[in-house]
Nanobody
Framework: QVQLVESGGGLVQAGDSLRLACVASGRTFSTAVMGWFRQAPGKEREFVAAISWSGGTTYYADSVKGRFTISRDNANNTVYLQMNSLKPEDTAVYYC?????????????????WGQGTQVTVSS
């Protein structure tokens, strides 16, 4: 069992940066693939980024590639999403997710545990 709690969201202007954090509890964090997803009002949840259990492999949605960076600190059971050059279209609720498999997936149905989400709002 893994419990996830996100933080770091807020209201920023276009071009600003934010860093989201997701703290996990449970014994399996260090071996879990971690992902970030987001959901804007009226839209489906979409994949943002994922990272392997070791941190050695990362994968990004095309819409955030080059602007967002996912990383993890297994010693502190935390995964981060550094978001730079934010755009109004990045406005959404951002969710942290974990899956008990060794390979990365961009499909939300492949993730076993979810956080409650943190709101990110980017004004133009």
């Amino acid at each position: 069992q893994v419990q996830l709690v996100e933080s770091g969201g807020g209201l920023v202007q276009a071009g600003d940066s934010l860093r989201l954090a997701c703290v996990a509890s449970g014994r399996t964090f260090s071996t879990a693939v971690m992902g970030w997803f987001r959901q804007a009002p009226g839209k489906e949840r979409e994949f943002v980024a994922a990272i392997s259990w070791s941190g050695g492999t990362t994968y990004y949605a095309d819409s955030v590639k080059g602007r967002f960076t996912i990383s993890r600190d297994n010693a502190n059971n935390t995964v981060y999403l550094q978001m730079n050059s934010l755009k109004p279209e990045d406005t959404a609720v951002y969710y942290c997710a974990a899956r008990n498999q060794t390979w990365i997936s961009s499909r939300s149905y492949n993730y076993d545990y979810w956080g409650q989400g943190t709101q990110v709002t980017v004004s133009s």
